[in-house]
């Protein structure tokens, strides 16, 4: 996208028009909670329209779902922020050298200005709320960039932050690709992506002509090891609750299973009955979200073919009619054993309900095996033996875990979240994300009684006794 295009020209406007007021209005306190009064209302006067808009963005939507993982992890974050505000933002004292004393120094967190934030389609209400709650409590304005495969999320957040927050506020921004790409390329005071390692790359890219600092929500492959002879009965029911939300849709959603060899038959045995009984039916079954659209339905089927051509073995756990399922936009839970190394299934991040099971001999194999892959986001491990605990977490490296079930360390708000590597950089959530979004002013009051004078030209005996 040109600069002086129309659309990179209404962008930039809208960017200026909201530094104008960032600089005019730095807001207080009780401005901060009148924002995440606004945020917290989008959220509970409207539960029935984000349940609606979800369903029409993805043909079926689990409401449940909807309200599980996005009405209520953003409307923790939101009153945690309100809990915590008055905390976050007062100056924390640092101590002084003896030097300097009695000097004081403090650290005073302030607003960086005009965030942007770009969503992507899976999770559009917590991907933007969570991001914009960071940013408003740390007394930014912000631009929302929405997703163009959930457009009717994004009009329906359009609609209420007009509503709740204001233009001087937030304005939300809806429209393709070549907006997305505008929008990367404004001189924000701090982008936050959520999206594609890909698309990442491109945006830090576009961030760094303007210097605007990034936190980078990326993706890829996330491990989930069972250690040797953990019970597999109390592994599946998490491991499918993991793989299944949101249709495996899930940035943070097991990716793969490492299972001890001998472990692998009472896995696959658990793992059909966990989903039989979490998802009796699926074409139409309402709490089984469907694939976004036929795009990524016919990718995922691609992808599966590929696996079962070179050799891996393939299991489709139901028993429903292909054509009931692809009318649906649906597809099952997939087990897959013995890929090849370069199949898409094994070097690609999955986003879908295709489950590839690994199998080990020794615990150094797994290990190995996670190492070889980019960073992941999420790492789960289930295991009682807390040696063991430790040497895994010890010998990799992920951007959050959960230990003995999957995704929950993404809810704990009181938790940082972000990606390490391929998986991203930098932190929101709670206090991590006010301080994403706040300039730490590092400030030093100087005393009357100062003895600096020792230390400034012309330089005599005195300094040269206190450098020796
Ligand atoms: P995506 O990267 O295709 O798109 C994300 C957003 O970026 C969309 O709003 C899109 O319009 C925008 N975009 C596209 N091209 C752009 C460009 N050139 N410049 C700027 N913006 C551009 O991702 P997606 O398909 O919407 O979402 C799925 C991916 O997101 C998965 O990889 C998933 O793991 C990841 N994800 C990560 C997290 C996290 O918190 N780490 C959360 C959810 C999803």
Redesign the pocket.
Known sequence: MKAGSPIADSLRASLAELQQQAVRARPDYATRQRWLDGLQRIVTEHQAEWIAALNADFGCRSAVETRLAELFPALEGIRLARRRLKGWMRPQRRGVSLWFWPGRAAVQPQPLGVAGI??????PIF?ALGPLTSALSAGNRAML?????SPHSGALLARLCERYLGPEVVRVVNG??D???A??SLPFDHLL????????R??MQ?AAANLTPVT?????KCPLLLAPGFDMARAAGSIVAGKLLNAG????APDYVLVHADDRDALLAALRSAARRAYPRLADNPHYTAIINRQHHQRLLAWRDEAHQRGARVEVLSDEDDASLAAACKLPLTLIEQAPADCAVMRE?I?GPLLPIVTYRQLGEALAHILHQPRP?ALYLFDDDRARIDRVLDATVA?GVSINDTLLH?VQEQLP???VGH??MGHYHGHEGFLTFSKLLPVFRQSRLAGTALIRPPYGQRVQVLLR
């Open positions: 770009i969503v992507p389609w899976n999770y991907l960039k929405m997703s163009e495969l393709g690709l907006v997305a790409a929008f990367a992506f959520t999206g594609s390692t890909r698309v990442g491109m945006v576009a980078l929500e990326l993706g890829g849709q899930t940035c943070v991040e986003f986001l951007g993404v979240f972000g990606g998986s991203g």
